[in-house]
C-alpha cells in the first residue's frame, strides 16, 4: 500500500475481528532504535485497543533487521500458542549497496518463514530513503505502520482460526 496521502494508523474498528484471546510475538530491531520502538509502540496500542491482553504479548529484541529472520523463527519455535507475530524493522538508504541485500533478504527471509510455517509472520520493516521518510511513517504524518502491521496481525490470526476450523 502507498503512503503517500494515507495515514497508516487509521482503520475501520468494525472489520477488526474480535482480538481478546489471541496471542502474538513482535519481534523488534534494535537498529534504528528511535524508528523501531515508534513502530513497536503502534502495534502494542493497537493490539491494546482491539482488546489483546497485555501477557498475551511477547516481544523479542534482535540487533538489526537482517536478524529479525532468526528472531520470527526462534519465536515460532518456542511459543507455538503465539497466533501471529510481527517483525519491526528500519533499513535506510545509505552509500552502499548494503541497503538492497538487507531489504532483500528480510523480506525474502519473511516470506520464507510464510510459506514454510504455520504461524504468519507481519512484515513491519520500513525500507526508507532517509530518516524524515522513516519518522513519518513511524508515528509521524503518515501515521504508524506499526499500527497497520498490528491489524494485519489481528486479522491473519482470525484467518488461521478459521482455516483450521475448516480443515475438520
Not at 502474538?24 to 491494546?48: P, R, Y
Not at 489483546?52 to 511477547?58: P, T
Request: net charge negative; hydrophobic share 40%; charged share 25%.
Amino acid at each position: 500500500m502507498a503512503t503517500e496521502g494515507n495515514n497508516l494508523s487509521q482503520y475501520d474498528k468494525n472489520t477488526i475481528p474480535n482480538a481478546k484471546d489471541f496471542r502474538f510475538g513482535i519481534v523488534v530491531s534494535e537498529w534504528n532504535e528511535e524508528i523501531t520502538e515508534g513502530l513497536f509502540q503502534g502495534a502494542f496500542d493497537a493490539w491494546i485497543e482491539n482488546g489483546v491482553q497485555k501477557e498475551n504479548i511477547v516481544r523479542w529484541n534482535v540487533p538489526g533487521s537482517f536478524e529479525l529472520i532468526y528472531g520470527c523463527k526462534k519465536m515460532q519455535q518456542s511459543f507455538e500458542m503465539l497466533d501471529a507475530i510481527v517483525a519491526v524493522g528500519n533499513v535506510i538508504q545509505g552509500e552502499t549497496k548494503h541497503f538492497d541485500f538487507v531489504c532483500d533478504g528480510v523480506t525474502q527471509g519473511i516470506k520464507d518463514l510464510n510459506v514454510q510455517t504455520d504461524i504468519p509472520v507481519i512484515f513491519c520493516v520500513l525500507t526508507d530513503n532517509n530518516i524524515e521518510q522513516s519518522r513519518a511513517r513511524s508515528g509521524g504524518k503518515h501515521g504508524n505502520k506499526g499500527t497497520e502491521a498490528a491489524i494485519a496481525a489481528i486479522k491473519m490470526a482470525q484467518l488461521r482460526k478459521d482455516a483450521k476450523f475448516y480443515k475438520g
